[in-house]
């Protein structure tokens, strides 16, 4: 599987959903990324998994924490994502 570094310009909403967290002993995976969207246009994917967030790594985030994080980050997102081959 590929790690790809995925950077967001400016402010959300970035056009995607989650699932899964930590709270569910699953993975966050993107579960829904909305066309034309910020999110699309700069490559995230649905079924990406978010390894980290804004350098901070996603291991035992709930999907609350994880959508704080996002949330607050105030200007341009970074995230890691772990692509099925
Ligand atoms: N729904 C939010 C957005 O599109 C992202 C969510 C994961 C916090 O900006």
Do not use: Y
Not at 30 to 35: A, C, E, L, T, W
């Amino acid at each position: 599987d590929d790690h790809i570094l995925i950077t967001l310009s400016g402010e959300g909403p970035w056009g995607f959903r989650l699932q899964g967290g930590s709270e569910k002993n699953l993975p966050l995976l993107v579960s829904k990324v909305r066309k034309r969207s910020k999110a699309c246009r700069g490559g995230l994917r649905e079924n990406d998994e978010l390894i980290s967030i804004n350098g901070k790594a996603c291991a035992g985030l709930s999907h609350a924490d994880a959508m704080l994080m996002i949330d607050s980050s105030g200007g341009s997102l970074h995230i890691r994502v772990k692509r099925a081959a």
